[in-house]
């Protein structure tokens, strides 16, 4: 059986490691949806998730300051899906840009971490559904020796509560 905790962790390792999910702005008109890449600063399940973006994106106009959002992730593996509803915001903090600054990002900021159209966002998860998929050859032969694939699915879904904090100031 597999722990909720378990679950929380498998997440964020698999979120550091592979980075892309769809990001989306709940309740917007014309469904403003990107695929982001997901810098996670610290390994605890429900830290801040900090998205790089620039300022003339549709997106980011979409944003304002604050907005309801949802983000969705599938490990590369197809091992694992996962959907996030939190709150994002604008990060002003100028540290956090130093602290998750890298190559990646920087090639898509000419003037780099002076850009002026740089900006950085904070998704704070409060609420995740997270699944296992381990469709592999010993499911099958579980199945055909009369597994009952309901009840070997059950400890493979979790409902986790990350506590999203609003991101007010900085972290």
Do not use: C
Request: glycine content about 8%; charged content about 25%.
């Amino acid at each position: 059986m597999t722990s909720e905790s378990e679950m929380a962790e498998r997440l964020w390792k698999s979120l550091r490691s592979e980075r892309i999910v769809m990001l989306s702005l709940v309740n917007v008109e014309g469904g403003s949806s990107q695929p982001m890449t997901a810098l996670v600063d610290d390994g605890r399940p429900g830290s801040p998730i900090w998205f790089f973006t620039s300022s003339d994106t549709e997106f980011f106009r979409a944003l304002g300051q604050r907005h309801r959002a949802a983000a969705h992730f599938a490990a590369k593996d197809h091992e694992l899906f996962a959907s996030f509803e939190g709150e994002l915001g604008i990060e002003e903090d100028p540290h956090m840009v130093d602290r998750l600054w890298n190559p990646f990002v920087a090639a898509w900021y000419e003037g780099g971490k002076s850009d002026p159209r740089l900006r950085l966002l904070r998704f704070d998860p409060g609420h995740a559904q997270v699944w296992l998929n381990e469709n592999s050859v010993f499911a099958g032969l579980k199945l055909l020796l009369g597994s009952d694939p309901k009840r070997d699915y059950a400890d493979k879904k979790a409902d986790l509560d990350l506590g999203g904090r609003p991101s007010r100031g900085t972290h």
